[in-house]
């Protein structure tokens, strides 16, 4: 089997991926995540390696999304990461990356593509909507419209 096959069949390790996002030393304990995955995670506290890793598992989780049955696990992941980190609303710490990490680039991209992909990856248009709600109400409409008026 492949990795992604393994990360597809135990959603406790798309649990753990999920949580890493909240890791500020970009250090993960391998006993967490599959055996496979754990020898593709970058080492030591380096800023560089945390963004990168952040990159890294944006890029993973949106991919899983798009895999049958990946939406869900995606989105059970970030109710788990809600309990977890004592988050109020779903996708809050993603916001407030995406928010305070606004000189890297590429994390900035990632996180786009991760929100797109997980609102509109959806069949039913009033999920959707809730979905887009959801980062809405985190101020992502906001922060967009301020950011645009900034970089003209």
Known sequence: KSGFSLVMNHPACVNEITLSLNNKSARWDPALV????????????????????????????AAVCLVRGGHDIILA?????KEVCGERNRFEKLMEYFR?????????????????????????????????????????????????????
């Open 34 to 61: 599959t055996q496979s995955l754990s020898p593709c995670l970058p080492r030591g506290p380096h800023p560089l390696r945390v963004c990168r890793t952040k990159v890294l598992v944006l890029e993973l989780l």
């Open 77 to 81: 992941a970030f109710d788990n990461f």
């Open 100 to 152: 305070n990490e606004d000189t890297n680039i590429d994390f900035m991209v990632a996180c786009m593509q991760f929100i797109n992909i997980v609102v509109h990856s959806v069949e039913n248009m009033n999920f959707r909507v809730f979905l887009q709600y959801e980062f809405t109400h985190l101020g992502l409409d906001q922060y967009l419209e301020v950011g645009t008026s900034i970089w003209r």
